[in-house]
């Protein structure tokens, strides 16, 4: 007796439901994955992804996960809580003027200890263990980041961008690795300064053409009412962010992240996100999908 060959719907019985739903994931995010293969994609790491383990682990996944697709991923980081564990373990009180770290000489010696020797450290580890092939740097090496007094009176040794060399990183990423990028950088002194990580995020975005620049943060991205998460804006261009920090909309802490954005747009990036990083997955789910889960902002309405 001829057996006929098994239908669809009998092959399709004997595959789980979890393993069919992975493969369809997969094969929705096949025109991301062309879309952006060798693009650059800049990630300013922080918030609660650094400090949940959980989530710790999902950002070293999705990052890991960009370079296996082809994505060139590079990854600034901050360092806020643990800066601030350390001191304490010292016996020196932070202490903060305007929205800045006031960063005497001894503040400045944990900065450059713990940014540079121990949180980058400890991602390049964690990224090299999940199959990725990360390297370490500040902004003293090969003089990546000139830096320059921020211009703030009493701050002490904050810093702002002066320029970028980001030859480095274009070779690096070219040749497969992952850039971990601390916020230390020195001026042409030698003298180190602690820059916000938000900011030397987006100029090395801006430096190297970058076609995302991404922002991980604890909030969902711009809403119009702080109180209300419903209220998120998915997307806006430019103008409209200036718009919304001109009439209040956006304020506080979200203002220099919008100016990073900005800046980093008119600079040549083709889209700054603000995204969420207590979600799981967070980057995958703003890269790889149509809505994202954060605000998207690129230079004009009529740009995709």
Known sequence: MVQSPPSQSDLAAGISADAAARVQILSEALPYIQQFRRRTVVVKYGGAAMKDGRLKADVIRDIVFMACVGIQPVVVHGGGPEINTWLGKLGIEPQFKDGLRVTDAPTMDVVEMVLVGRVNKELVALINKAGGKAIGLCGTDANLITARPQGVEGVGFVGEVSTIDAGILRSLVEAGYIPIVSSVAADETGQAYNINADTVAGEIAASLGAEKLILLTDTRGILRDYKDPSTLIPKL???????????????????????????????GVGAAHIVDGRV????????????????????SEFRA
């Open 237 to 267: 261009d430019i103008q409209q962010a200036r718009d919304l920090i001109a009439d209040g909309t956006v304020a506080g802490g979200m203002i220099p992240k919008v100016n990073c954005c900005v800046r980093s747009l008119a600079q």
């Open 280 to 299: 799981p997955h967070a980057l995958l789910l703003e890269i790889f999908s149509d809505l994202g889960i954060g605000s998207m902002i690129v230079a």
